[in-house]
């Protein structure tokens, strides 16, 4: 079978989406003639009538109308094709706006950041540190680092950079002297440290073999700030449920120690939250790119903590 030329098929959408050869002819460049017989290499290779046509209008036929939003999409692809190169081409400038967790922000975003201003100098960043959830076009956000399934959006695109693991951990002190927890159900005997989220506890989530298993506290210690959290639980005050990139060093120094570990609930990932390809800007298209390769073999607090299992 013949193949079909792609400045045929050009001119047949172009013909659809203005309503005339003529328009069509003059958005392309083209004399009328010429899209006249784009248009009928077309009806004769697939061997149906594509269009009716009236000195009046254009109009699709059954036929058209199935190959017409085909072809469309199939030009729409190549598009997007040619404008993610150019943007891959294009100098990075302006104010790249960034929204991330506070605690994961500052620990693991801010060095990525400072790396990527360095490569472009002429760029600048401002950065959000919040638990708040953005609308990002809305509010002019370039790109979001979120955690957990994101909400289903047609302009957004995600894409999963790291995961984030829950664990239960305390000091080698406390530990010595109080014992280490052998199920979730002695969790109701130990001192623990519990993070508080819009004045409630965040619950420790576990699995067992009977299903998930919710830990509310009361804890010794509430705080609303899981840094704070982390030097509570490196005092010795009692037991933490921490993410793996808050507490990964103390846990490969030794200070802090995991237990609980067969009841890990399993890990959400953590994402990269953008606009669609079409809102895409040269600042986030390199960003995006920077830490994906920063972090190609594995997230930096990978190292600290073996895998969920």
């Known amino acids: 079978m013949e193949p079909y030329r792609l400045g045929d098929i050009a001119a047949f959408v172009a013909a659809v989406r203005s309503g005339s050869f003529t328009a069509a002819?003059?958005?392309?460049?083209?004399?009328?003639?010429a899209v006249g017989k784009?248009?009928?290499?077309?009806e004769s290779q697939l061997g149906v009538r594509l269009l009716h046509r009236t000195t009046r209008k254009l109009s699709l036929t059954d036929e058209g109308s199935i190959v017409y939003e085909r072809w469309r999409q199939i030009l729409e692809e190549l598009e997007d094709v040619d404008a993610t190169m150019a943007l891959r081409?294009?100098?990075?400038?302006?104010?790249?706006?960034?929204?991330?967790?506070?605690?994961?922000?500052?620990r693991h975003i801010m060095p990525v950041i400072h790396d990527y201003l360095k490569q472009w100098p002429e760029l600048r960043a401002e950065l959000w540190f919040t638990d708040?959830?953005?609308?990002?076009?809305?509010?002019?956000f370039d790109i979001a680092l979120r955690i957990g399934t994101p909400k289903q959006?047609?302009?957004?695109?995600?894409?999963?950079?790291?995961?984030?693991?829950?664990?239960?951990?305390?000091?080698?002190e406390y530990l010595a002297r109080r014992g280490a927890p052998m199920n979730p159900a002695e969790l109701a005997d130990h001192d623990t440290i519990v993070y508080i989220n819009a004045?409630?506890?965040?619950?420790?989530?576990?699995?067992?073999?009977?299903?998930p298993f919710?830990?509310?506290?009361?804890?010794?210690?509430?705080?609303?700030?899981s840094e704070a959290v982390r030097e509570s639980a490196l005092a010795g005050f009692g037991l933490a449920?921490?993410?793996?990139?808050?507490?990964?060093?103390?846990?490969?120094?030794?200070?802090?120690?995991?237990?609980?570990?067969?009841?890990?609930?399993?890990?959400?990932?953590?994402?990269?939250?953008?606009?669609?390809?079409?809102?895409?800007?040269p600042r986030t298209r390199a960003f995006i790119d920077f830490l994906v390769e920063r972090w190609g073999a594995g997230a930096p607090w990978d190292s600290a903590i073996a895998p969920h299992t």
């Open 25 to 33: 002819a003059t958005g392309l460049g083209l004399t009328r003639s």
């Open 38 to 42: 784009s248009i009928a290499r077309l």
């Open 89 to 106: 081409r294009s100098h990075p400038t302006g104010t790249l706006r960034l929204i991330t967790p506070p605690s994961f922000g500052q």
């Open 132 to 140: 708040r959830f953005v609308d990002l076009i809305e509010e002019g």
């Open 153 to 172: 959006d047609s302009l957004i695109l995600t894409r999963t950079v790291a995961w984030q693991q829950f664990i239960v951990c305390a000091s080698p």
């Open 199 to 211: 004045e409630r506890p965040r619950p420790w989530r576990l699995q067992t073999e009977n299903g």
């Open 214 to 225: 919710l830990y509310e506290g009361p804890g010794r210690i509430n705080i609303d700030n």
């Open 241 to 281: 449920h921490l993410a793996n990139y808050v507490i990964g060093d103390d846990l490969r120094a030794g200070r802090l120690v995991e237990v609980l570990r067969a009841y890990r609930p399993p890990p959400d990932p953590i994402r990269l939250v953008y606009p669609s390809k079409r809102h895409l800007t």
